[in-house]
């Protein structure tokens, strides 16, 4: 096998090829449990000794395939591309399946007791030894819409599907060019409902049932257009040997070479409905009679209302009647009746106009077109029933004047009907399909399947009030990421914004655009501003920050850390240590294995591992621990006043690690070295005359005797102005520089 995907999980594979793989099972992948969505991937070439040439289902999985072909796989028993049983749910969105084979049953498709949810289908010359040439079911249901089935072969039932077992619903469905023994476009078996409706069945060929075989159950064809199906016994149209209900259907050019190429009723069981129905140019030895169109044999009983029917008797009464139903184009394009592009709409002079009894129509379901049925042509007499319940519906599987049905999804129901059956969700009460409104571009800023405003009024965050769920904001608004967009923060007074720019204070000094020399998350200009800090030299940049002093900062948690996921801190302007630096690292991540460690970096230099012993995973709370640098490391490893990063690695763990929400932080403390503070007083020395040793106000002769008189090593005397525990030439020159009146700041 290709690929085997087990236990309970999900997972989405994208644009992945699964290609001349064989096994027992499932060529391609077996999907055993769990959900797995398949997208815009490939099966082709694979073969199965037994079942599912490309994909075999079991054991209750429910996979969805979306966009994917099935090309050309093989198995040797049963479902030539996909096989799927015990309670399995498989759905495939437009997806196509050509020139798949199997040597049992399903040509391209094989269930047994898993549910089939198709749309956008494209079933094409598939095959099969037995049963099903498109699609085989046994003791499941089908919901088919919007698809096609086109020239699948099965030696025995049912070229494009065979079922049996289940209840089957296809809408909206064309079935072209399909052959069988029995039952070209479908047969249907043991049955407890069938439903087609608004489908094209067209130039299928069998034995008996050239179009559709009807077996057993009850079967509602409604809305259908039947032409140009053959039957090499009887029933071109439609062979039923169980009761089925027709409603405006048109059936029309179809043949048997036998008997009856419309609708054959045979056998006691078999009671055939036709209500607002069209049977014409159908044909059989008796040419086009009234028996070529509709008979029932042995037992078989068919009835008629308000139908349209050719060789029908003048006096026939129930509302139908013989005359020509006026096709806009019986022959079409190519001009051969009976074929897939025949205009079988009516013309404005049609007798069959405003001529149905409206009493079985269904709202919820369109005409062949996906137009709404009960229309008025005000060219026509209003010759329908009940009196006076006009408009009236037409005859046939095409409704003149009528507006679309509104079905946005194309599910073959209108959206109404969608929503009232619980097919279809509308959150917003807004009578549209959500589906529909997500596909128009209606807000879903999370891709969570639901309507923005649905999150909203289920209780989803939003709370600066703007109707953008607050999770689609954090992406774009929320710089410090605690998952709270940045106006919130600000109006919760969580972060501060003391220069009003709209932007919490630890960003901008985050991104380089605020200065914060001494790391406590105040910008220096808000704090220069409001006088918190002095600035006696009037440079702009705080005093602690030019003198020697204590000095911490703190990188706050960083999220996610994992293999291949750093986090990192940039210490901005960072000044040189007098003393030891500590680096406390705390951190929720995955950390349970001696293997797996967090390497610490200063500017691209490991100074430490740790946590490689006793360390747990997304411990709680988190893990500490701390690495102390001495100062000649430290100074070796940064360039004062330019920024240092510090990096943290995980080796060996996953960022997803703690439903993730794994982090990392660093707390950095020392005493660094004042740039302005030679003599270490904690006053900026051009905020103070450093050079009046005699405290004159003066610097001069006296003060220069002095530095000579402490000329040489000599610590802490204040003659030591640069504060290197020497009295030397860097004294004398300051003493030179700053002679003559000292100067105020």
Same mark, same amino acid.
């Given at each position: 096998?290709?690929?085997?995907?087990?236990?309970?999980?999900?997972?989405?594979?994208?644009?992945?090829?699964?290609?001349?793989?064989?096994?027992?099972?499932?060529?391609?992948?077996?999907?055993?449990?769990?959900? #797995?969505?398949?997208?815009?991937?490939?099966?082709?070439?694979?073969?199965?000794?037994?079942?599912?040439?490309?994909?075999?289902?079991?054991?209750?999985?429910?996979?969805?395939?979306?966009?994917?072909?099935?090309?050309?796989?093989?198995?040797? #028993?049963?479902?030539?591309?996909?096989?799927?049983?015990?309670?399995?749910?498989?759905?495939?969105?437009?997806?196509?399946?050509?020139?798949?084979?199997?040597?049992?049953?399903?040509?391209?498709?094989?269930?047994?007791?898993?549910?089939?949810?198709?749309?956008?289908?494209?079933?094409?010359?598939?095959?099969?030894?037995g049963d099903g040439g498109g699609i085989r079911m046994s003791g499941t249901d089908l919901t088919m819409s919007g698809s096609s089935l086109e020239d699948n072969v099965a030696a025995d039932r049912g070229g494009g599907i065979y079922a049996t077992s289940g209840a089957i619903v296809v809408r909206r469905t064309r079935m072209i060019g399909n052959a069988a023994a029995t039952g070209g476009a479908v047969r249907v078996d043991s049955f407890p409902s069938t439903s087609l409706s608004s489908c094209l069945i067209a130039e299928n060929a069998a034995d008996r049932g050239g179009g559709l075989y009807l077996g057993s159950g009850a079967t509602v064809v409604r809305n259908c257009v039947l032409t140009g199906n053959a039957a090499s016994d009887s029933g071109g149209g439609m062979y039923a040997t169980a009761g089925a209900a027709l409603t405006g259907c048109t059936i029309h050019a179809n043949t048997a070479a036998v008997a009856v190429g419309g609708v054959h009723a045979d056998t006691g069981a078999a009671i055939v409905n036709l209500t607002n129905t069209i049977l014409w140019a159908n044909t059989d030895p008796s040419g086009a009679s009234l028996f070529?169109?509709?008979?029932?044999?042995?037992?078989?009983?068919?009835?008629?209302?308000?139908?349209?029917?050719?060789?029908?008797?003048?006096?026939?009464?129930?509302?139908?009647?013989?005359?020509?139903?006026?096709?806009?184009?019986?022959?079409?394009?190519?001009?051969?009746?009976?074929?897939?592009?025949?205009?079988?709409?009516?013309?404005?002079?049609?007798?069959?106009?405003?001529?149905?009894?409206?009493?079985?129509?269904?709202?919820?379901?369109?005409?062949?077109?996906?137009?709404?049925?009960?229309?008025?042509?005000?060219?026509?007499?209003?010759?329908?029933?009940?009196?006076?319940?006009?408009?009236?519906?037409?005859?046939?599987?095409?409704?003149?004047?009528?507006?679309?049905?509104?079905?946005?999804?194309?599910?073959?129901?209108?959206?109404?009907?969608?929503?009232?059956?619980?097919?279809?969700?509308?959150?917003?009460?807004?009578?549209?399909?959500?589906?529909?409104?997500?596909?128009?571009?209606?807000?879903?800023?999370?891709?969570?399947?639901?309507?923005?405003?649905?999150?909203?009024?289920?209780?989803?965050?939003?709370?600066?009030?703007?109707?953008?769920?607050?999770?689609?904001?954090?992406?774009?608004?929320?710089?410090?990421?605690?998952?709270?967009?940045?106006?919130?923060?600000?109006?919760?007074?969580?972060?501060?914004?003391?220069?009003?720019?709209?932007?919490?204070?630890?960003?901008?000094?985050?991104?380089?655009?605020?200065?914060?020399?001494?790391?406590?998350?105040?910008?220096?200009?808000?704090?220069?501003?409001?006088?918190?800090?002095?600035?006696?030299?009037?440079?702009?940049?705080?005093?602690?920050?030019?003198?020697?002093?204590?000095?911490?900062?703190?990188?706050?948690?960083?999220?996610?850390?994992?293999?291949?996921?750093?986090?990192?801190?940039?210490?901005?302007?960072?000044?040189?240590?007098?003393?030891?630096?500590?680096?406390?690292?705390?951190?929720?991540?995955?950390?349970?294995?001696?293997?797996?460690?967090?390497?610490?970096?200063?500017?691209?230099?490991?100074?430490?591992?740790?946590?490689?012993?006793?360390?747990?995973?997304?411990?709680?709370? *988190?893990?500490?621990?701390?690495?102390?640098?001495?100062?000649?490391?430290?100074?070796?490893?940064?360039? *004062?006043?330019?920024?240092?990063?510090?990096?943290? #690695?995980?080796?060996?763990?996953?960022?997803?690690?703690?439903?993730?929400?794994?982090?990392?932080?660093?707390?950095?403390?020392?005493?660094?070295?004042?740039?302005?503070?030679?003599?270490?007083?904690?006053? *900026?020395?051009?905020?103070?005359?450093?050079?009046?040793?005699?405290?004159?106000?003066?610097?001069?002769?006296?003060?220069?005797?002095?530095?000579?008189?402490?000329?040489?090593?000599?610590?802490?005397?204040?003659?030591?102005?640069?504060?290197?525990?020497?009295?030397?030439?860097?004294?004398?020159? #300051?003493?030179?520089?700053?002679?003559?009146?000292?100067?105020? *700041?």
């Open positions: 096998v290709g690929f085997s995907f087990g236990g309970s999980g999900t997972g989405t594979f994208d644009a992945c090829t699964f290609t001349l793989n064989t096994a027992e099972r499932s060529g391609g992948a077996a999907v055993l449990n769990g959900f #797995r969505r398949f997208v815009d991937c490939e099966f082709s070439g694979n073969t199965a000794a037994e079942d599912g040439g490309a994909v075999w289902i079991d054991n209750a999985a429910a996979p969805g395939f979306e966009r994917c072909a099935f090309t050309s796989n093989l198995a040797l #028993r049963d479902g030539g591309a996909v096989f799927g049983e015990s309670g399995s749910v498989i759905a495939c969105l437009d997806t196509t399946m050509v020139n798949n084979e199997a040597f049992g049953d399903g040509g391209g498709i094989g269930v047994t007791g898993a549910q089939l949810l198709l749309h956008g289908v494209t079933l094409l010359l598939n095959e099969a030894a070529a169109q509709l008979a029932g044999t042995s037992g078989g009983i068919t009835t008629i209302s308000h139908a349209c029917i050719q060789e029908l008797p003048p006096d026939f009464g129930f509302g139908s009647f013989g005359a020509d139903p006026q096709f806009i184009d019986a022959a079409g394009a190519d001009a051969v009746p009976g074929t897939a592009d025949d205009d079988l709409r009516l013309a404005p002079v049609s007798p069959c106009v405003d001529a149905g009894n409206n009493t079985p129509i269904d709202a919820c379901f369109p005409d062949a077109d996906g137009h709404e049925r009960r229309a008025d042509e005000p060219a026509a007499p209003d010759t329908g029933a009940p009196r006076g319940d006009t408009p009236f519906v037409d005859m046939g599987a095409f409704e003149r004047m009528a507006p679309m049905l509104l079905d946005c999804d194309a599910s073959g129901l209108a959206d109404a009907c969608d929503i009232d059956l619980g097919d279809a969700d509308d959150c917003d009460g807004n009578g549209v399909p959500d589906g529909c409104d997500l596909a128009a571009g209606v807000e879903d800023c999370d891709d969570n399947g639901l309507l923005d405003v649905c999150d909203l009024a289920a209780g989803a965050e939003d709370c600066n009030g703007n109707g953008i769920l607050d999770a689609c904001e954090v992406d774009s608004t929320d710089c410090n990421a605690n998952g709270i967009p940045d106006d919130c923060d600000l109006a919760s007074g969580v972060d501060l914004d003391c220069d009003g720019n709209g932007v919490p204070d630890l960003c901008d000094i985050a991104a380089g655009r605020e200065g914060d020399c001494n790391a406590n998350g105040i910008p220096d200009a808000c704090e220069l501003a409001d006088g918190s800090v002095p600035d006696c030299n009037e440079n702009g940049v705080p005093d602690g920050c030019e003198v020697t002093g204590a000095f911490a900062a703190t990188s706050g948690p960083r999220s996610p850390i994992g293999d291949g996921v750093p986090v990192a801190y940039v210490l901005g302007a960072a000044r040189a240590a007098a003393g030891d630096v500590t680096l406390q690292v705390n951190a929720r991540a995955q950390l349970n294995s001696s293997s797996e460690i967090i390497e610490v970096d200063v500017n691209g230099t490991g100074v430490a591992e740790l946590f490689r012993f006793g360390a747990s995973d997304c411990a709680d709370p *988190p893990l500490s621990e701390t690495v102390v640098l001495s100062a000649g490391v430290f100074n070796s490893l940064v360039t *004062p006043g330019a920024d240092a990063v510090i990096r943290l #690695r995980l080796f060996g763990g996953s960022a997803d690690a703690c439903d993730g929400a794994s982090f990392a932080e660093v707390i950095v403390a020392y005493d660094a070295i004042g740039p302005n503070d030679a003599n270490d007083n904690g006053v *900026p020395d051009d905020c103070e005359c450093i050079a009046d040793l005699d405290t004159s106000g003066d610097v001069g002769f006296s003060d220069l005797v002095g530095v000579l008189a402490a000329w040489g090593p000599c610590p802490g005397c204040v003659a030591d102005l640069d504060g290197d525990d020497d009295v030397g030439f860097t004294d004398l020159l #300051r003493v030179l520089a700053d002679w003559g009146p000292c100067r105020s *700041p």
